[in-house]
């Protein structure tokens, strides 16, 4: 099981140190205790203009707000989507990175201060990253303005510690950040905190649930007016910490309720779904499906599937 610190402390309203020395004569064992991002010296800075290299026809000329500390510094970039306005992460000169140490040079010609970053140059795995930014820098999509010349991934919080630990048996408990923050909070004194929130209702009839005998329970609700969009930092930062792939908002949440409560749920999309019934079955022999994955798979009569009337749409 792999939790975010900064979960657990928002659920115990503390800083957490030293979370292995507290937990190490308990039931559990820790596999791992990392820093998501560890790299001292990222700036968020600004780019204020862009002008192509005058001897390349892929470099750019970059000058770059760095904050009052710094001011403003010159840096060649190659990559392709950089564009003037953007607030971007920068490694300023004498920051090691995964590939090496930052230096001056002289590019073509033409000084440069230091790197515009992407995210893969961080030490993020490709399979974290979206798209738009896999062959390019990383660029925020807001204004961040007022964070120009901090520390970018205390911003993203991808400098959150990370604890990676096994599960026995006998402690489902731990399969979720609640439930670990009060095991943390039994070990050190401190008091979950569990907001509480109004059930939630509306007037939208759910489709109908049909259950068989051997599935005793599953329930379902209907939300509309809904705005499919990017995930806030905090957010992507917990999903990634746990290993899951950041997608949207709504998936996204989805996997952070069932990281916070070990709750599984999931998102269904109600504008393809097709029938006004969520039918919850058991699979027939060698029935197949095909997972999110792209995986074919071959199920027995003891597999469960979610379906939109007779045809299985989650396993």
Same mark, same amino acid.
């Given at each position: 099981m792999r939790l975010s610190l900064k979960v657990v %402390?928002?659920?115990?309203?503390?800083?957490?140190?030293?979370?292995?020395?507290?937990?190490?004569?308990? #039931?559990?064992?820790?596999?791992?205790?990392?820093?998501?991002?560890?790299?001292?010296?990222?700036?968020?800075?600004?780019?204020?203009?862009? %002008?192509?290299?005058?001897?390349?026809?892929?470099?750019?000329?970059?000058?770059?707000?760095?904050?009052?500390?710094?001011?403003?510094?010159?840096?060649?970039?190659?990559?392709?989507?950089?564009?003037?306005?953007?607030?971007?992460?920068?490694?300023? #000169?004498?920051?090691?990175?995964?590939?090496g140490e930052i230096k001056a040079a002289t590019i073509r010609g033409v000084e440069s201060q230091g790197m515009i970053c992407s995210l893969k140059e961080l030490g993020l795995d490709e399979k974290f990253i979206e798209d738009k930014y896999k062959n390019g820098i990383f660029y925020f999509t807001n204004d961040m303005s007022k964070q120009v010349g901090t520390n970018p991934l205390e911003v993203m919080e991808l400098n959150a510690k990370v604890i990676d630990y096994n599960v026995p048996p006998n402690r489902f408990d731990l399969l979720s950040a609640v439930g670990y923050a009060r095991e943390i909070g039994a070990c050190s004194n401190a008091k979950i905190h569990l907001k509480e929130y109004p059930l939630f209702k509306n007037n939208i009839n759910p489709p109908v649930i049909k259950l068989t005998h051997r599935i005793p329970y599953y329930s379902i609700t209907k939300v509309c007016n809904l705005t499919i969009n990017e995930s806030p930092w905090w957010l992507k930062s917990a999903l990634i910490a746990s290993d899951i792939r950041p997608i949207n908002n709504i998936v996204d949440i989805s996997n952070y309720i069932m990281i916070r409560y070990g709750l599984p749920n999931h998102m269904f999309d109600a504008a393809i779904w097709k029938s006004n019934s969520v039918n919850v079955r058991l699979a027939n022999p060698n029935e197949e499906v095909v997972t999110l994955d792209g995986v074919h798979r071959n199920l027995s009569a003891t597999d469960v599937l979610i379906c939109d009337n007779e045809t299985p749409v989650a396993l």
């Open positions: %402390e928002r659920l115990l309203n503390t800083k957490l140190e030293n979370v292995e020395a507290l937990t190490q004569n308990h #039931i559990y064992e820790v596999e791992n205790y990392f820093t998501l991002i560890n790299i001292e010296g990222l700036i968020l800075g600004h780019v204020l203009k862009v %002008e192509d290299h005058p001897n390349s026809d892929h470099l750019h000329i970059c000058q770059v707000d760095l904050g009052t500390n710094l001011g403003s510094k010159q840096i060649v970039c190659g990559a392709a989507n950089v564009r003037s306005g953007q607030f971007v992460i920068v490694s300023p #000169i004498g920051v090691k990175l995964p590939g």
